[in-house]
T-cell receptor, first 114, second 115 residues
């Protein structure tokens, strides 16, 4: 049982390049999330998807777009990467967002923008 | 808006010392509370959670946390730490009955346990 799988694990981009971070979960969860983790700032929510077919902005959505491709997959896209987007990105999922179920996290993608 | 404060950013302890990490949140309504741990190079894992009932919650690896509603606190404790507890610890809160529940994380406490 893989849980939440993120690809790639590491990526280096040049300013202005675009890329998509992939996330898939095999737990039949309805809700999925993208966070960024920066030193001294904890985890901040970028976007979330309450259920298949819906997406909403979180705390720090600027510069990002998301797609909930199906129930399993939730991708994060950087259209024009900026150095301020250098961070570690975590995808997470939960049974749903209206319960007390915890979120399950992937291993993260370490992204550097030069 | 909800917020979570973890006042200890870095903690250094010797093995067998006792641990208490502070967590305070700001929200006047009912909350669900979580502690997550992130070992070096790994993803976040759930340590324990509180939803209702006994305010003293026991989690994995000998950790426990106490919810004190009057103080808006959910401090994490362990009587005797081990070198393997070296990790970063995050407190998280979500408000109940406010629509879709989104976790709000604290900034984390980095714990170093020396052997």
């Amino acid at each position: 049982n893989a849980g939440v799988t993120q690809t790639p694990k590491f990526q280096v981009l040049k300013t202005g390049q675009s890329m998509t971070l992939q996330c898939a979960q095999d737990m039949n969860h309805n809700s999925m999330y993208w966070y960024r983790q920066d030193p001294g700032m904890g985890l901040r929510l970028i976007y979330y998807s309450a259920s298949e077919g819906t997406t909403d902005k979180g705390e720090v959505p600027n510069g990002y777009n998301v797609s909930r491709l199906n129930k399993r997959e939730f991708s994060l896209r950087l259209e024009s990467a900026a150095p301020s987007q250098t961070s570690v990105y975590f995808c997470a999922s939960s049974v749903d967002g209206n319960s007390n179920q915890p979120q399950h996290f992937g291993d993260g993608t370490r992204l550097s923008i030069l | 808006a909800q917020s979570v404060s973890q006042h200890n950013h870095h903690v250094i302890l010797s093995e067998a010392a006792s641990l208490e990490l502070g967590c305070n949140y700001s929200y006047g309504g009912t909350v669900n509370l979580f502690w997550y741990v992130q070992y070096p190079g790994q993803h976040l894992q759930l340590l324990l959670k509180y939803f209702s009932g006994d305010p003293l919650v026991k989690g994995i690896k000998g950790f426990e946390a106490e919810f004190i509603k009057s103080k808006f606190s959910f401090n994490l404790r362990k009587p005797s730490v081990q070198w393997s507890d070296t990790a970063e610890y995050f407190c998280a809160v979500n408000a109940v009955n406010t629509g879709f529940q989104k976790l709000v994380f604290g900034t984390g406490t980095r714990l170093l346990v020396s052997p």
